[in-house]
Every structure is written in structure tokens, then in C-alpha cells.
């Protein structure tokens, strides 16, 4: 099934998604990846606001590179999203609702997903150029210093996605080899 989401969404948006689904996300989104995760939680746990809202919003794990002239991003594509894993249960319970990366992630985030009726997402690993395209805006919002991983908001415009892991646990990387397996039999 396909669906199109923009951002802020509401946990009743993303319970409809089902595991394998294809999500058009437009609206902004921010990019993180682990250095910026750990600054972020370290404010979180200082008593300090956060540099964004976290309510309802999207991470894209991505450190993109330098944009071309003419270019409002460089290729962006996913990293992997399993070093984020220590991080990501306390920024979920902040209010952020989706995450967008790669790769599995550990039963500790799968569970804050649940409990906060979140989504992980999956960008096409290898395809920054496609997934840069969707990219209209850029502006770096913090941590200038961290360069690559400085947190960015980007508006995208159909960003193509696919749910791996849904807001009921469901996960694209257990039942996936597991049809698969099946299939043989």
C-alpha cells in the first residue's frame, strides 16, 4: 500500500502503516546521525530544551555531502541506523515519531517504537543522488562543528520510503526472511 505523510504527523497517522508499505514524506525533516544523537541526549538529560521540536517529527540519518553550484544538497544517502540504537529510545519518548535509515535495529528501539506508536523507516542504501532529489531545502540548524553531521532541516517533497519496522513491532527484517524461508519449502 502506498501513502503519503507530511510533516509534523500524530501517532494516528502512522498506525495505519503496515511493514512493507511505501511512504511519500513530504514537509521537514532533520538529519542526525551519532555524534549530533549523543549532544542532543546530553542536553535531554542537562535539563535543556532541545535545538528543534521533537513532537511529531522525522530523523533522516544522514550525513550528506557538499552540494554541488546550483544543488541544494549533495548526495544523501542513509547511514546505518544501528549506531544510533544507544540514543534513540530517550528521543522517541521526547515526541520524535519517525526515524528514516538503514539497517536492523536493536529489540531496545524496536520497543520505544511501540510504546510510543512510532515508525523506522528505510531509505535506499547506494541511492543518494534519488534520494537527494526530493530534497528542496537545506539550512543547517546546530552543531555546525560536527561538518557532515551537523543537524540539518531539509524539506523533501515525496521523499520515497518504506515501513521496516511499524508502530505495532511489526519488522520488515524478521518477517521478511522468514516469507522468504517459507517460500522454499
Known sequence: MHHKL????????LAVLCVGDTVFLSGDIYTSRDAAHK????ALQGG???PYELSGTAVYYVGPTPE?????IGSAGPTTSGRMDA?????????????????ARSREVVDAIVRNGAVYLGAVGGAGALMAASVTQCEVICWEHLG?????RLRVCDFPLTVVIDSRGGNLYEI?????????K
Do not use: F, N, W
Open 148 to 152: 557532515c553531521e551537523a543537524v540539518r
Open 39 to 42: 549532544l542532543l541526549c546530553e
Open 6 to 13: 507530511e510533516t509534523p504527523v500524530t501517532r494516528e497517522q
Open 176 to 184: 521478511g526472511p522468514a516469507a522468504y524461508l517459507e517460500s522454499l
Open 87 to 103: 540514543y534513540s529510545p530517550q528521543i522517541l519518548d521526547c515526541g520524535q515519531l519517525i526515524m528514516i535509515g538503514k539497517g
Open 68 to 72: 554541488a553550484p546550483g544543488q541544494v
Open 48 to 50: 535543556e530544551a532541545p
